[in-house]
């Protein structure tokens, strides 16, 4: 779990020096976030599965990290987060089953359990 609490520890003072800096980029990204996780047709919950299974795919522990968090947040159980992982392993093959041990670790931590 030190894994888990550096990488929030880093996203946090990122963000804080980008904010600081005043980067417009960045600022901008920030409203996209925003715009995107706001509830519309699908809900908060269901776009953070999408994220955690996109995650997955693509192999990005700091974004499967934040978005199984936002997702328990949300009100997601430990067995939503897993069938969206599971999907994320679906949808990347054999190399995804490899990015799904660290959303296991993640889950853990979230979840307690």
């Known amino acids: 779990m030190e894994k888990i609490e550096d990488m929030v520890k880093r996203r946090k003072a990122a963000h804080a020096k980008l904010v ?48 199984i968090e936002q997702a328990a947040r949300d009100g ?3 067995h939503e987060v897993l069938e969206a992982i ?3 392993m679906e ?3 054999g190399p995804a089953t490899v990015a799904v041990r660290f959303a296991l670790e993640v889950m853990e931590d979230v979840f307690k359990g």
């Open 20 to 67: 600081s800096l005043k980067s417009r980029v960045y600022e901008a990204f920030l409203q996209m976030e925003k715009a995107t996780y706001v509830d519309g047709a699908l809900d908060k919950k269901h776009k953070e599965f999408i994220a955690v299974g996109i995650s997955v795919v693509i192999n990005c522990e700091s974004c499967m990290q934040w978005h």
């Open 76 to 78: 997601a159980s430990m």
């Open 86 to 88: 599971e999907v994320g």
């Open 91 to 93: 949808m990347g093959g």
